[in-house]
């Protein structure tokens, strides 16, 4: 029983850092530009695909593929922000979730047209299982748990130590006094996408690798993104890590010991009795 | 534009929409708009919710599933009359509504957007693994439709909801509950100073669209005759709040515009093949860059021009 | 350029006025609605591509032959995403507005269920290829047939190979909210019964599912004799893998038709080995028929990728059409040709294998049936090993007890 527990928690583990990265991503949008960024799970699979196309296409190894897509996420992200959100800023937070709906459905149908219909899973070479007293664990499955880990710390060292990083919080907390104090408002929703949509690329390729990147796969990831937003607390950095945790494990406990046909339904209701109790989400801050 | 005017021009769509069985020589033409009319109802329940008070809500489809497999299963179960199930969509799906209502109006915002959308997903997921009473994803075949299936008559019944739901939405809307729901959308805190219990109307407004729904769910399932859980999830409802968004949030003709867009515009785009995912999202993606306040929105102000050479129209 | 526009217009012209004396240029539209995006399109556009392939090949040879005409064969295809509201839409609009007289594909249960409910009442011919819910021919609709045989047919036939195997327990994880795959495992469970064995676990994985550990580490502390995989191809191939990983050692049997190539992008060959399939005995690059090979070839050569192992149906659906338009002596009366379809023998070009029921392709309920095949994962291919058990006859005469 004790080996199942842990193995169940060892088994959400990857899927809840894939989901905290997604929601790290949301979560900054979120919190500086108040645009629920519907369209962040297909770019992300974009970004996947991109690495996937990189190394079968022109042969590069995963180790300089990463780099690129990242970069062309961050690129990406811009654009995104320049061209599609920025238009609609000032209009009412819907406009920006419809435009958000249709960028989804051009990433989608994009990604279709270049990538194909079948399901893609970057290639590696890391195929050893380590078994630790029952409990096993494959090699991919940790390294990708310990790069979730690392680029969450990268995050909360940006946020926390840099310039940028200060400014991206002060515009987060309060966007007038943010203006006041000089911040440039035009060039920070620039880096927030860019950044945010890097992360997004990072679990693309974590997805990618670890499981396998197919059309709709991004759209399940963006709602899953959201419900840890809800949990943790819209907006905030530490609750989208908690949150994306406890749904990763909540997920496979709830398969493993409850039901697995109502695994979706129960790692729900836990995010709406959470609400219920807390409506600011875990670790939000009061409304 | 002033109320005889208003009144003139719906009985003139309302009278070209009936002559359509008669114009319309492609029938297939004459099934998507049967399917629009049927939209038209739904959107008309989102807007109650979404338009006027403010409140996105991502169920709307799941609420079309529960008044579509409540009128479908009670047929089979209890043999009711098709009539007797379709009036008893709307009620079983109010009580659905709620109780997720009374969770989900207890936060704002994206909050409630994302609660919403968590309850259209359990609903489908439900539908799907419950296989006992729905006969999960393989849907429910041979569901009776009125008139031996006559496309022109269930034409005139969905027309004939339709307008009901939408002359109903109008009455709502100018009603003092019309007048709170607006004063919740725009400023909630405000209404609970004056001593007016917010959250009642709020559930309020969250029952009825859910009724609304429930209806054309109903009408859904006996006018196709097949149902399964993939035609209400999440994707359909975000169909429907691109409907209100399309149309003109807060306008009563918006959702008719709406409905009509959402049921027509993909299938006109059937020619782009392979792209037509790409193409209907940019569409979107540029009506709401250009187009924020919607076709009546935009309407309104192109009459509005025309009206008062040089004024500015505000509102 | 002035001289080409008038040599065109010149041969527009003659083409103009020679039409109607040519009777060997007449058409035949042929409409195709099935999933060519989401997540049905790994079933629904290798079945769009081989009604194409088969329609080119049709008309290469002369087309289909009525009487002293010959029509050369248009297909038009619509995407139905694999939703029954747009596979309505999607059909309604081939008959009512393009003026089809013949649907093909259907690669996916929902949307084929929402248009076989209503085309009964069309003159039109309805012929279902992938989508294997059984309820779709247990209506005894007239106008309608499909390739496919319903998933319960093979499970009876892989519960008898199981139990066969000595196994008593045997634990399932599979896509068992989709009727038909939970219809394969409960004539799978049937069987085990019989022979004394059991069911111990029925997990369940979603199409968009890849992470199947949880379910896996649930089997494994159960410890059973042999693990039942059944699913679409794409979380299938994933749950092999996982079950290696979390070292279950016990002998796997699978109902999931994917292609060597499907699984080799998600597991290593070493994980798959020893692998059981027991499936219609659909394409496999070891295919023992003469037509598989060529269908192999030129499908690869033409679309640049391997047809998935259903996308004969599709195939097989055209050259059943014609042969049965050519049976029945007319393109517009479709009741002619549909019946003609429940009279047909085995037409000599098609791709799977067949078992005729009193010597037709389609049994009354419109049902045809492939024998069913035992495969398994030898040193990275699919090997054909044996026929499974099957009876075409005595499950046509079940299902017609059905409805």
Redesign the interface.
């Known amino acids: 029983m004790l080996i199942e527990i842990l193995q169940q928690t060892i088994n959400g583990l990857a899927i809840g850092g894939v989901y905290v990265l997604i929601a790290l991503g949301l979560t900054t949008v979120?919190g500086i530009l108040g645009i629920?960024h519907f369209a962040h799970g297909s770019i992300s699979m974009f970004g996947g695909y991109l690495t996937y196309f990189l190394m079968t296409g022109y042969g590069l190894p995963l180790i300089a593929a990463i780099p690129i897509a990242l970069a062309a996420g961050v690129l990406l992200g811009a654009l995104v922000e320049m061209l599609?959100y920025r238009?609609?800023r000032h209009?009412?937070?819907?406009?920006a979730?419809?435009?958000a709906?249709?960028?989804?459905?051009?990433?989608?149908?994009?990604n279709?047209?270049f990538f194909g219909h079948e399901q893609i899973v970057i290639p590696t070479t890391l195929s050893r299982v380590f078994d630790i007293k029952g409990v096993t664990v494959p090699e991919l499955r940790l390294y990708v748990i310990l790069s979730a880990i690392l680029l969450v710390a990268a995050m909360m060292i940006f946020v926390e130590k840099t310039k940028t990083g200060q400014a991206i919080r002060a515009v987060a907390e309060n966007r007038d006094a943010a203006i006041l104090m000089g911040v440039n408002v035009t060039t920070i929703p620039l880096i927030v996408f860019g950044i945010s949509t890097a992360l997004g690329v990072a679990a693309g390729i974590m997805v990618g690798a670890l499981f396998a990147i197919a059309p709709g796969i991004g759209e399940g990831l963006v709602?899953k993104g959201?419900?840890v937003?809800?949990l943790g607390g819209?907006g905030s950095f530490p609750g989208a890590i908690l949150g994306g945790t406890v749904l990763g494990i909540t997920e496979s406990i709830a398969a493993g010991f409850i039901s697995s046909?109502?695994k979706?339904?129960i790692a729900?209701?836990v995010?709406?009795i959470v609400?219920?109790v807390r409506?600011q989400g875990l670790l939000g801050r009061a409304p | 534009m002033n109320r005889p005017l208003t009144t003139l021009v719906w009985l003139l769509a309302f009278t070209a929409l009936a002559m359509l069985p008669q114009v319309l020589s492609?029938?297939?033409?004459l099934?998507?708009s049967i399917?629009a009319l049927i939209w038209v109802i739904v959107a008309q329940g989102q807007n109650l919710i979404?338009g006027f008070t403010g409140y996105?809500s991502i169920v709307q489809a799941g609420f079309m599933g529960i008044g579509a497999y409540g009128s479908t299963l009670i047929g089979i179960h209890f043999g009711w009359p098709i009539w007797a199930t379709i009036a008893a969509a709307p009620l079983i799906t109010a009580l659905f509504a709620l109780l997720t209502g009374y969770?989900s109006l207890?936060?704002k915002?994206?909050?409630f957007?994302?609660?919403t959308?968590?309850?259209n997903?359990?609903i489908v997921?439900?539908l799907?693994?419950f296989?006992e009473l729905t006969?999960?994803?393989?849907?429910i075949?041979?569901?009776p439709k009125p008139w031996d299936?006559d496309r022109d008559a269930y034409f005139y019944l969905a027309l004939t909801l339709a307008a009901a739901m939408t002359l109903l939405a109008a009455l709502i809307a100018r009603s003092r509950v019309g007048e709170i729901l607006r004063a919740i959308r725009q400023n909630e805190d405000l209404v609970g100073a004056i001593g007016i219990a917010a959250w009642k109307y709020k559930l309020f407004a969250f029952v009825i669209s859910a009724m609304y729904a429930g209806l054309a769910g109903a009408l859904y399932a006996h006018f196709?005759?097949?149902?399964?859980p993939?035609?209400f999830g999440?994707a359909q409802s975000?169909d429907a709040?691109?409907a209100v968004?399309l149309g003109g949030?807060g306008t009563i003709a918006g959702p008719v515009i709406g409905a009509f867009l959402v049921v027509f515009l993909p299938?006109l785009l059937?020619f782009a093949?392979?792209?037509?995912?790409?193409?209907?999202?940019?569409?979107?993606?540029l009506a709401?860059?250009f187009m924020?306040i919607g076709i009546v929105g935009v309407a309104k102000t192109v009459l509005a021009r025309l009206h008062r050479p040089g004024a500015r129209h505000d509102g | 350029m002035i001289i080409r526009t008038i040599a065109g217009a010149v041969a527009l012209a003659i083409s103009i006025a020679a039409g109607p004396g040519l009777a060997a240029e007449k058409k035949l539209a042929v409409g195709v609605a099935d999933a060519?995006?989401g997540g049905g399109a790994v079933y629904g556009l290798p079945q769009a591509n081989a009604v194409k392939m088969a329609a080119d090949e049709i008309n290469a040879a002369g087309g289909i032959k009525v009487g002293a005409d010959a029509y050369k064969i248009d297909v038009i295809a619509?995407?139905d995403k694999?939703?029954?509201?747009e596979a309505?839409?999607?059909v309604?609009?081939l008959?009512?507005?393009d003026g089809v007289k013949y649907v093909l594909g259907f690669c996916c249960?929902?949307s084929t269920?929402?248009v076989?409910?209503?085309i009964a009442?069309e003159k039109a011919v309805m012929l279902v290829g992938n989508a294997a819910?059984r309820?779709i021919t247990t209506?005894k609709i007239p106008n309608l047939v499909r390739t496919r045989p319903p998933a319960d047919y093979t499970g009876q036939a892989a519960g008898t190979f199981i139990a066969r195997k000595g196994h008593k327990r045997v634990a399932v994880v599979g896509a068992l909210?989709?009727?038909?795959y939970?219809q394969y495992v409960d004539a799978v469970e049937k069987e085990l019964k019989k022979a004394g064995g059991e069911i111990v676990a029925r997990e369940?994985f979603s199409l968009r599912d890849r992470d199947m550990t949880p379910q896996l580490t649930k089997i494994r502390a159960l410890s059973p004799d042999a693990l039942l995989v059944v699913g679409y191809v794409e979380p299938a191939a994933f749950v092999y893998r996982q079950s290696v990983e979390l070292g279950i050692n016990v002998p796997r049997y699978g109902f999931t038709s994917g292609s060597e190539e499907q699984f080799l992008r998600v597991t290593t060959s070493e994980q798959m080995e020893g692998v059981w399939d027991l499936r219609p005995t659909e394409l496999t690059l070891l295919s023992a028929s003469k037509n598989g090979i060529a269908y192999h070839e030129n499908y690869a050569r033409i679309f640049k990728a391997s047809p998935s192992p259903s996308s004969p149906y599709a195939y097989d659906q055209l050259y059943a059409l014609k042969a049965a338009i050519e049976a029945a002596g007319t393109v517009d009366n479709t009741e002619a040709v549909a019946k003609a379809l429940r009279s047909l023998p085995v037409p000599p070009q098609v791709v799977m294998q067949y078992q005729p029921v009193d010597g037709k392709m389609f049994d009354e309920n419109g049902q045809a049936y492939t024998s069913n095949g035992a495969f398994q994962w030898q040193k990275g291919k699919w090997v054909f090993v044996e026929d499974l058990p099957s009876d075409a006859k005595a499950y046509s005469l079940f299902l017609g007890t059905l409805k």
Do not use: C, W
Request: proline share 3%.
């Open positions: 979120f629920a599609a238009p609609v209009a009412n937070h819907i406009n979730f419809i435009v709906l249709g960028l989804t459905m051009m990433v989608e149908g994009i279709l047209q709602v959201f419900a937003l809800i819209l046909a109502y979706d339904v729900f209701a995010m709406i609400l219920l409506p | 492609v029938k297939y033409y099934h998507l399917l979404q996105v969770p207890r936060v915002g994206h909050y957007a994302i609660v959308m968590a309850f997903l359990i997921i439900v799907v693994n296989r006969r999960g994803e393989a849907g075949s041979n569901i299936g196709q005759g097949f149902i399964n993939e035609i999440v975000l709040i691109l968004i949030t299938e059937r093949d392979s792209f037509r995912l790409i193409l209907y999202g940019l569409i979107l993606v709401t860059i924020p | 060519l995006t619509y995407d694999a939703n029954p509201t309505t839409n999607a309604r609009k008959i009512d507005r249960s929902g269920s929402a076989a409910s209503f009442k819910e309820s209506q909210e989709v009727g038909f939970s369940v």
